[in-house]
């Protein structure tokens, strides 16, 4: 799979992708609130046709091999947590030097926009997990960093092993996925039960679901599914999937919406100051993490 590791110029296009897809709240004030309600029909656009070609590449290399098997594979290689032991604070500068250089918005670093979202949601009077969610929610990206293929880290996650919603982002190109002759992963169902929740369902293998394992033990559930499910587009942004939901996904489900305006939409050229806004962090990370997690 030589030709998979790299479809993108940095991972940050496909953020600019979904930035587009899912136009901003009217103000990210508008908590529990994922788009806006007031936006025409004739204000929407074909976004898939209107994507770098690089993007409709790095969607077909994920379609294409996101399988049901691999997701299994990519579980017990990683979720045995034996790579590394690292404090918060190491991660966030390991994360760091994954350089990406593309991003239009902004030149600043992975921990410069992981500050940036946390900070507003903290001046908007969230929660101390709520800020502290927004301060490690893209942490599982070192995946790449271990060697990963960009399509195996980032962009919208969907469940394997049933049927693919229309809504899923580029649907067309899950025809190359060998999952589609399998006639048992293509009903609406497939593995799984109505009703059964979330939890019992696997979805696509990337830095989500990687960091919440490795968090899984310490933070509040509101904050968990923030980190496990704030790409799950297709669920908290069109509404699909809820078959398999149970009443603690619907109930939790409206903090994973309350997250994803600030995940999108908080950069800005004002670099954060590391030193001064380090002894809280410094605080609220001893709150709720042991000095080293298993990674």
């Avoid at 990519?74 to 500068?93: H, P």
């Avoid at 929610?137 to 919208?156: F, M, N, R, S, T």
Wanted: hydrophobic share 30%; net charge negative; charged share 25%.
């Amino acid at each position: 799979m030589n030709d998979s590791n790299r479809p993108l110029a940095g991972l940050e296009e496909v953020e600019e992708f979904l930035k587009d897809r899912y136009p901003e709240p009217a103000t990210v004030e508008s908590t529990f609130k994922a788009t806006n309600p007031n936006k025409r029909k004739e204000e929407f656009r074909n976004y898939e046709a209107n994507a770098r070609p690089s993007v409709r590449e790095f969607y077909r290399l994920n379609h294409r091999y996101q399988t049901y098997d691999f997701v299994q594979t990519k579980r017990k290689e990683y979720l045995g947590l034996n790579r590394k032991q690292m404090s918060v604070w190491e991660a966030l500068e390991f994360l760091n030097t994954l350089v990406d250089d593309s991003d239009p918005d902004t030149d600043m670093s992975q921990l410069d926009h992981l500050l940036q979202t946390a900070e507003q949601i903290r001046h908007d009077g969230h929660p101390r997990w709520f800020i502290l969610a927004g301060l490690i929610h893209d942490l599982g990206k070192i995946l790449c960093l271990y060697g990963e293929p960009q399509w195996a880290v980032v962009g919208d996650t969907f469940p394997v092993g049933c049927a693919w919603s229309e809504k899923v982002v580029f649907h067309p190109f899950f025809a190359d996925n060998p999952d589609s002759k399998e006639s048992h992963y293509q009903t609406r169902l497939g593995v799984y039960q109505e009703g059964k929740g979330l939890d019992s369902v696997s979805m696509s293998w990337g830095h989500d679901e990687y960091l919440y394992n490795v968090v899984k033990d310490y933070l509040p559930p509101e904050a968990l599914y923030m980190i496990r499910y704030h790409s799950f587009y297709p669920c908290h942004r069109d509404g699909e999937y809820g078959y398999f939901m149970n009443q603690q996904d619907r109930d939790l489900f409206k903090w994973v919406q309350a997250f994803n305006p600030y995940d999108l939409y908080t950069k800005s050229h004002k670099k954060p100051n590391l030193a001064e806004l380090r002894p809280f962090y410094d605080e609220l990370i001893r709150e709720y993490f042991p000095a080293q997690l298993r990674w």
